[in-house]
């Protein structure tokens, strides 16, 4: 009962450093979707995608890039850290966005900081 | 374009306290409608659904009814818990769009 495994759950990285954030789903979602989340603030979507090879930005994708290879696996490259992206970052995934009864399903989030 | 608007925080209410948060949302085609719970360091949990309009979500106490007259979706609890302490967050979707809308959250403190 999986469901969406965001890896790691913390890290800490210098400016400069570059890394990839993890994030696979085992229950066949068509769609996947990154987001990060500023203290007390609200999510903001960096790239979604609604199938293996198709990826689109969001509203903040700047700094950052994704692949998606296989269905289950949609990794976030940050390139050059730096510390405005600090923040939790949260994928999510759903059956289909264009489906109504269909939710998404967030994984715990990765908190990452850059100093 | 598609959007939630939602009321903002934070709340803090007694224990066993009257609930409302209040959401409305903007959306082409025919939205789906939802809200979420963060418990804190946790990520998003889904708490109840509507799918279309006069459709009432319900769960662990919560209710929400899917208006399209006043294109709303309030969140209304009878009886809060210290244990419902957390942010709620209403989301929307729709048939003709590849995206969820996410309002900005509001935390709820109860308190005993």
């Known amino acids: 009962n999986a469901g969406v495994t965001q890896t790691p759950k913390f890290r800490i990285l210098k400016i400069g450093q570059s890394m990839t954030l993890q994030c696979t789903q085992d229950?066949?979602?068509?769609?996947m979707y990154w987001y990060r989340q500023d203290p007390g603030m609200g999510l903001k979507l960096i790239y979604y995608?609604?199938?293996?090879?198709?990826?689109d930005k969001g509203e903040v994708p700047n700094g950052y890039n994704v692949s998606r290879s296989t269905t289950e696996d949609f990794p976030l490259r940050l390139e050059l850290a730096a510390p405005s992206q600090t923040s939790v970052y949260f994928c999510?995934?759903?059956?289909?966005?264009?489906?109504?009864?269909?939710?998404?399903?967030f994984g715990d989030g990765t908190r990452l900081s850059i100093l | 374009g598609d959007s939630v608007t939602q009321m903002e925080g934070p709340v803090t209410l007694s224990e066993e306290a009257f609930l409302t948060i209040n959401c409305t949302y903007t959306?082409?085609?025919?939205?789906?409608l939802f809200w979420y719970v963060q418990y804190p360091g946790e990520g998003l949990q889904l708490l109840l659904k509507?799918?279309?309009?006069?459709d009432k979500g319900s769960n662990k106490g919560f209710e929400a009814t899917y208006r399209k007259e006043t294109t709303s979706f309030h969140l209304e609890k009878g009886s809060v818990q210290v244990s419902d302490s957390a942010v709620y967050f209403c989301?929307?979707?729709?048939?003709?769009?590849?995206?969820?809308?996410f309002g900005t959250g509001t935390s709820l403190t109860v308190i005993p």
């Open positions: 959306a082409t085609g025919y939205p789906s």
């Open positions: 999510a995934s759903s059956y289909s966005a264009r489906e109504s009864n269909q939710p998404q399903h």
């Open positions: 509507a799918t279309k309009a006069d």
């Open positions: 995608s609604v199938g293996a090879g198709i990826t």
């Open positions: 989301a929307l979707s729709t048939n003709t769009g590849n995206q969820f809308y």
């Open positions: 229950m066949n979602h068509n769609y």
